[in-house]
């Protein structure tokens, strides 16, 4: 997809913050006092970073986080609501925000670099989407998850795309059809974060996770991680086709080489990136 304009949008840095540390790139949510609620804005501001990322051989992995007590509550009802007015009654605001929303959580699966989220607070509807298009996800042990839109009349079905894709199909009808928050060790049992920590301690132990990461042969993380998404689609015998012509393709890499011929000599591998 083109990349978003975001010219007529205030400066990036009143929505999403980007930062380093080595080769790991945090984006920090910025809009505490609007709950971190994902506006038009918000959303395209991420885009654009998330293109840059993709771009830049340097990250090796991306930490997504949040400032305040609450890592995202989903959409920005207010926003929507003002849509109402148009002469459309927000039919094309509506389409726009979605299409924008499903643009942001595809770009985070099909990033060559691995995504960890770092959960405090609440992951609301889309918040909770959020969570769930990222590759890995640690949470506070005070975070919660929620899809509530069935609450207010608003079934939250694009959420549901990224729910249904990280658990299994009850526990995510459950959510859907109830509303009710998910506390996060009941997150981790069904599957939607992979560890639970003290509380506050999340980015922390994200950030350890991504660093591992870092660690590892780019070229192998890369093509694993498409591979990965790829083959879920995929009826069995067809998926063993495609991820075997992937480790072909790996295998050919000088990454490859080096770490099976680091492994035989029994010394570290120097990754080259190709």
Known sequence: MDQQDTSHLPSAS????????????ILTLNRPQTRNALSRAMMEHMIV?????????????????????????????????????AEDAGCAAFTAIF????????????????????????????????VAS??????????????????IGLFCSTPMV????????????????????????EAARMGLVNRVVTEGQAKAEALHLAHI????S???????KKAFYEQLAMPLSNAYDHTS????????????????????DRREPVWRGR
Do not use: W, Y
Not at 134 to 146: H, R, V
Not at 218 to 224: R, S
């Open 245 to 264: 012509r992937v480790m072909v393709d790996n295998m050919l890499s000088e990454d490859a080489r080096e770490g099976i011929e680091a492994f035989m």
């Open 162 to 185: 990224a729910l249904s894709r990280n658990v299994a199909p009850k526990h995510a009808m459950e959510m859907l059809l109830l509303g009710d928050r998910v506390p996060a060790g």
């Open 49 to 85: 970073e998330l293109d840059a990322i993709a771009n830049d051989t340097s990250v090796k992995a991306v930490v997504i986080c949040a400032q305040g007590p609450v890592f995202s509550s989903g959409h920005d009802l207010k926003e929507m609501t003002a849509s109402r007015d």
């Open 213 to 216: 990461i870092a660690s590892k």
């Open 99 to 130: 299409a924008t929303c499903a643009t942001m959580m595809q770009k985070i699966v099909t990033l060559p670099q691995p995504v960890i989220a770092a959960v405090e607070g609440m992951a609301t509807a889309a918040g909770c989407q959020l």
């Open 218 to 224: 780019p070229v192998a993380v890369g093509f694993g």
């Open 14 to 25: 009143a929505f999403v913050v980007r930062q380093s540390e080595g080769p790991v790139a």
């Open 134 to 151: 990222c590759d890995l996800a640690i949470a506070g042990e005070a975070a919660g998850f929620c899809t509530p839109g069935v609450h």
